[in-house]
């Protein structure tokens, strides 16, 4: 269950489980390494880097070739700013003063165990939120991506939408939050 | 006294002119929450809040929205900005 709650600042405060956390940690970790690996053909890469010519072949290879690079850039960094977050104890880095993750004790439980507490600015706040959208983007590229059905195929495609729903919800979560004249 | 050595070409003007008449457009994509679409066009170009919805619901219910219009690398810069946000952004000639 994650709680989204109206920081201190202008931003938003995010609850997870530990084990939620890790999950996040670790899709964050993939998108990074998708995109730093990942192949050109990969459509779900074509999904973060749209084409913006459609019709004109050269002015899109002339887009690409001024921003692909510093849109990758950009995107890894977000997506390392999550998985730093709400990597595990132990393993967390804290990469900016100002949205450190810190843990809450919870009584007797393990660090391990713990609630993580995410404190994010409107701009820390943005960065989560691009990313959320990155993620959602390539999970919904390869759920059923592989046709044949397998017990196993059935199951990865069951795990790749649970966390497509889980961060629609964690995001929608948040643009409560942080745009509540929306509603 | 400096001569003109070269007349105005009023041909180029009115190229230059039509040159700036370039759209960025949105395109609907079921994966993003009709929330975030608003939020981004709010913060991002500072449209109003009822402006922002309206352009969101053209997205989502046409399939497409022109949300800017000018010169083409003023457009290139917003779509790479739309494409930062996970959006589906095209640039369009636009019809003077």
């Known amino acids: ?183 | 006294m400096t001569r003109t050595l070269v007349e105005p070409d009023l041909d180029s003007i009115t190229i230059e002119s039509l040159a700036s008449a370039w759209n960025t457009v949105v395109w609907d994509d079921p994966v993003n929450l009709m929330t975030y679409v608003s939020y981004v066009f709010r913060s991002y170009f500072g449209y109003s809040a009822d402006e922002a919805e309206r352009l969101m619901l053209q997205v989502h219910n046409d399939g497409r929205a022109i949300v800017a219009s000018g010169y083409r690398e003023a457009m290139e810069r917003h779509v790479q900005a739309m494409h930062g946000y996970g959006l589906q952004a095209t640039i369009d000639r636009g019809t003077p």
């Open chain 1, 1 to 183: 269950m994650i709680i989204a709650s109206r920081s201190s600042t202008a931003g938003v405060s995010l609850r997870f489980q530990a084990a939620e956390a890790a999950l996040l940690s670790d899709l964050a970790d993939q998108v990074d390494s998708m995109l730093l690996l990942g192949s050109p053909d990969d459509p779900a890469l074509a999904r973060l880097l749209p084409n913006a010519y459609p019709d004109d072949a050269e002015a899109q290879r002339d887009y690409a070739r001024y921003t692909r690079s510093s849109l990758i850039e950009s995107k890894r960094a977000a997506a390392q700013q999550v998985r730093d977050a709400t990597a595990p104890v132990g393993e967390r880095v804290s990469t900016r003063s100002d949205a450190s993750a810190a843990v809450i004790p919870d009584g007797d439980a393990d660090a391990a165990d713990a609630d993580v507490v995410v404190e994010l600015d409107e701009s820390d706040a943005w960065v989560w939120l691009t990313f959320l959208t990155d993620l959602r983007l390539i999970l919904n590229e390869r759920v059923g991506a592989i046709e044949e059905s397998t017990p196993e195929q059935d199951q990865r495609d069951d795990y790749l939408s649970a966390a497509y729903d889980w961060a629609g919800y964690l995001q929608g979560s948040m643009l409560e939050v942080l745009d509540p004249t929306d509603k």
